[in-house]
């Protein structure tokens, strides 16, 4: 993959990024100014932001949040975005329903009152991925990107072009060739450069880190590579929704879907946040990731006790999830390890038992990923893991609709005619 | 059709249902006790709620408003529901974004900061139908009965699925038997029953009469035949919604799509209340209506200068929209003849344009139904019947990814080898 560090990049020291100082790495601290550049200089480790905090007390914070946009640009002073971004053209993400799962609770043995989902499908493309391509989108004003750019297999792909769309930005976005006809629509409805690339997905990205590289990427922001640091804190938003729509209150425990691992390790960043904000009060908290068992690296490193997570070839419908070599894996091992929680897996049955689950208690339908969330929930309370006791979020990052083939089983319950005694014949008095 | 009237109802003058007051003829003016009846006794004219609004004055109703929960029920004393309402289980639809569409505005040649986009596909089942159905489940609960059931061809029968599921109501929807597979899915998918009907949507129609009428029917709300009257107040709350995030202001112009009329008629009678409690200032405003020429049958009797609406046999992709007799089409033509607007058509072809159009300026997937409104914009202002000069709300009522087939042909843009070469041959750069 080519590197780009600071030396190399258009970093400019007085760009308005709000709270965000500089970029640090994640590994040997090194801090470099903002810029597009995503690998350590000095060792190659992810660059991430680090912010300073210091503009408002705590009392100050949440009354500007409590007063902002029902979006997640309430929290624009704890992003790397600056102050007057609500009213730049966006998509405005965020803020989608927890919703106090009490039907579901009951199911799966959870206390009354103590079960919540949160609910991402509500987004403007009815996925997480809004949250994190709106920080993208900032960062690439902020740097003076014209095109909005991104190697995906689905739902990224329509977060980029809607937003590119809105943004008055050109895109152009790579996916693999042989995609299903349906996800290659939704991405190419908002009329930006879609190109297939002949090859898997590895192949597409690694053409993305050679553009990076090349004149002919001069001027282009790609949300998941060279903008990823600003693209990964859009999923702080999660942690810092759940909170507030608790009344300010950490949850004791949080169920989050595993594809990179970033948006794991993100939220127990936002977490962090607001207890040394002062916006919640500090006590424990449990993190638990949540795989497809046909793509489940990290779960497999946490249950063999390592802290290295060896690659996998993915085979699961949970295609939103199916990174083999997550990026993020190490540090989701440790966030888990670290908070008390858990790394586990469900079987291709079990997500579509668990997506049907749902649907059925709560009227919520949700993607693959949410089957994935729910059915490992279910486990880990099988399993004693998870304490039914405790109040609980369980993510749901995306939307059934995207993943309709998951359910195609699910059809009518009875056909008659259109008469009385057909209707009664079939016993649904 | 069998007519229920309020003696052989279950109608309870006790009933809570917030400051809903009686039904009343919207022909004759007969009034009867709220109850799960739809039709006049005395004309057989359809019911619709009178209200008694005198429990708050003006500026301590908006300031209730305001403080309300960011969904529907903000609205809760303007609606048949009872004031704890915010409180029962239901999917709290509403309060969705609407857009200022710089962009739009540019390509259709509004004026900057004029032209907004309502958009309904922000609800939880991805259509304004979750509104009218969180009416009629109110409504259901307070006659006491306990399964939601509805005919449909598509979006009503996903709304009422989700929201008897998430309420813990058994649900029993009757739909054509020869639906696409991707829609029963989408209606499945929540666990209630789902019934197939041999026969067209007139014979599913006729046989939810029938069983109205039946001992077989007893405790069952029908969402949009014997809860009509409750479920068709729902769309008064896109007219409270615009007009509160214009920061309580009326619009100028209102471009709204017409499938029975209901809705139309609805956002009318929403604006008129607002006007009469002092929420907004009182101002002219027009309303305009949006056909698919495949199924014009109001905007056909408004051009001929007709009262009467002639059915048509519909034959659209704008398949939300296909009635083709719309009981509430002499209203439409009322409403738009009055308030000085129009009712116009689009042809498929230009539907599918103005989902691309929404799309690739404003970030927006639109069902069909909301590139019939668009579309119908463009025409409306291309023919100088809409003014660009003044505030414009167009509604996008529904969501792209429920009707991708609208815009199949919409694929990549280029396919190459994984290469700078190759890329560069496509001419990307």
């Not at 942690?239 to 608790?246: G, S």
């Not at 993607?367 to 279910?378: C, I, K, L, P």
Request: charged residues 20%.
């Amino acid at each position: 993959m080519a590197v780009q560090t600071v030396e190399s990049s258009t970093s400019n020291p007085t760009v308005d990024l709000g709270p965000a100082a500089a970029l640090s790495c994640r590994e040997c601290g090194h801090r470099v100014p903002l810029g597009p550049v995503f690998a350590c200089e000095e060792c190659f480790g992810p660059l991430e932001i680090a912010y300073d905090f210091s503009a408002y007390g705590a009392e100050e914070l949440r009354k500007r949040i409590e007063a902002g946009p029902a979006n997640i640009w309430r929290y624009a002073p704890l992003l790397p975005v600056p102050a007057d971004v609500a009213g730049k053209p966006n998509l405005n993400p965020g803020w989608t329903k927890l919703v106090k799962a009490d039907n579901l609770a009951r199911e799966l043995g959870v206390e009354t009152g103590k079960l919540f989902v949160k609910d991402d499908s509500g987004n403007p493309t009815h996925s997480f991925k809004d949250r994190v391509v709106a920080q993208a989108l900032e960062a690439a004003r902020a740097f003076g990107f014209t095109t909005l750019s991104c190697s995906s297999t689905g739902n990224l792909a329509g977060a980029v072009g809607a937003a590119a769309a809105r943004a008055g930005f050109r895109s152009c976005v790579f996916i693999p060739h042989d995609l299903e006809q349906g996800k290659v629509v939704m991405a190419a409805v908002y009329g930006g450069e879609l190109v297939g690339i002949e090859g898997n997905y590895d192949d597409v990205n690694r053409f993305c880190s050679e553009l990076i590289g090349d004149p002919a990427g001069e001027g282009w922001g790609f949300v998941n590579v060279n903008l990823r640091p600003y693209y990964a804190e859009g999923s702080k938003t999660l942690a810092y929704e759940i909170c507030e729509q608790l009344g300010w209150r950490l949850p004791d425990q949080i169920v989050v879907p595993i594809a990179s691992g970033s948006q794991l390790t993100k939220i127990d960043k936002g977490l962090q946040e607001l207890i040394e904000l002062g916006l919640v009060e500090d006590k424990p908290y449990k993190i638990f990731g949540a795989q497809a068992e046909g793509c489940s690296p990290v779960s497999t490193a946490f249950k063999a006790g390592n802290d290295v997570v060896r690659p996998q070839k993915p085979n699961t419908i949970a295609k939103s999830l199916a990174i083999g070599n997550p990026a993020d894996g190490p540090y989701v091992l440790d966030v888990a390890r670290r908070t008390g929680g858990a790394v586990e897996d469900v079987t291709d049955e079990q997500v579509v038992d668990a997506i049907k689950l749902l649907a059925r208690t709560e009227g919520i339908f949700a993607e693959t990923a949410g089957g994935v969330t729910v059915g490992v929930t279910r486990k880990l309370i099988e399993n004693g893991v998870l304490d039914p006791s405790l109040t609980t979020v369980v993510l749901n990052t995306g939307d059934g609709l995207k993943t309709l083939d998951a359910v195609a089983g699910t059809g009518l319950t009875a056909t008659i005619r259109p008469s009385l005694e057909s209707f009664r014949e079939a016993g649904l008095v």
